[in-house]
């Protein structure tokens, strides 16, 4: 069974300061990988994808997650980050052509201004 | 502007009662899913369908029921068989995975949740 592990429950960051979070997933086989985000009282909504080819992919709002194949990683970064990040977010993975979407526990990013 | 609808967003019910929570989406996506978030415990998935009159049932299925009659809707009723049914639920759809492989894009709209409260 896949699963998804995300170990940072809380992340507490001043403006400006970089962002890692990390995200693991356990499945040997072909995936794909989401990184999705929940702003305060809104949609959950995605940041960005990988499927295939370059393994660091860039979504919105200055994001990228990288996939390293051999640590069944796919971390979320953000050089500098604004209060406007503060937010929940949430690592995902299928396996490819399968439906079931599976999600990590989360990571809520309180960023200080 | 298409997207997906919940209602109610907030719902109240007594212990023993049925609740049925709605989703439409005008999206003409065919796949739709359900989840339950909990807080600490992310996103799991309760039930999902890739066609009209088709659903599968997800990793936490037990004391839920959904139906799918037409591809716009896809109800989803809290039954009194749930032993711990307070929580936010999430309704969401996509494009079937066949389609979404070839799109590169098995991407999930979520709604905006409906939070049932277990009195």
């Known amino acids: 069974a896949q699963s998804v592990s995300q170990h940072n429950h809380h992340v507490i960051l001043s403006e400006a300061a970089s962002l890692e979070l990390g995200c693991n997933y356990s499945?040997?086989?072909?995936?794909?990988l989401f990184w999705y985000v929940q702003y305060p009282g809104q949609h959950l909504q995605l940041l960005l994808k990988?499927?295939?080819?370059?393994?660091l992919v860039k979504g919105i709002k200055g994001f990228e997650a990288e996939f390293i194949k051999s640590k069944f990683s796919f971390n979320l970064r953000k050089p500098s980050v604004q209060w406007s990040d503060t937010a929940e977010y949430f690592c995902a993975v299928n396996a490819a052509g399968a439906n079931n979407l599976f999600f990590g526990t989360g990571t809520r990013l309180t960023v200080i201004p | 502007d298409g997207g997906i609808t919940q209602s109610p967003k907030y719902l109240f019910r007594k212990e023993g009662q049925n609740v049925t929570l709605s989703c439409e989406q005008n999206?003409?996506?065919?796949?739709m899913y359900w989840y339950r978030q909990d807080p600490g415990q992310g996103l799991r998935l309760i039930y999902y369908?890739?066609?009209?009159?088709?659903?599968q049932k997800g990793d936490i299925a037990e004391g839920y029921s959904v139906s799918r009659e037409k591809k716009e809707s896809f109800p989803l009723t809290v039954t009194s068989a749930q032993k711990n049914p307070t929580a936010f639920y999430l309704c969401?759809?996509?494009?079937?995975?066949?389609?979404?492989?070839?799109?590169?894009?098995?991407?999930?709209?979520f709604g905006a949740g409906s939070r049932l409260t277990v009195l």
């Open positions: 499945y040997g086989g072909t995936v794909n």
């Open positions: 999206l003409n996506h065919d796949a």
């Open positions: 990988y499927f295939s080819g370059d393994p």
């Open positions: 369908s890739q066609i009209v009159n088709d659903f």
């Open positions: 969401a759809s996509s494009l079937p995975s066949g389609q979404a492989q070839i799109s590169g894009a098995n991407v999930l709209t």
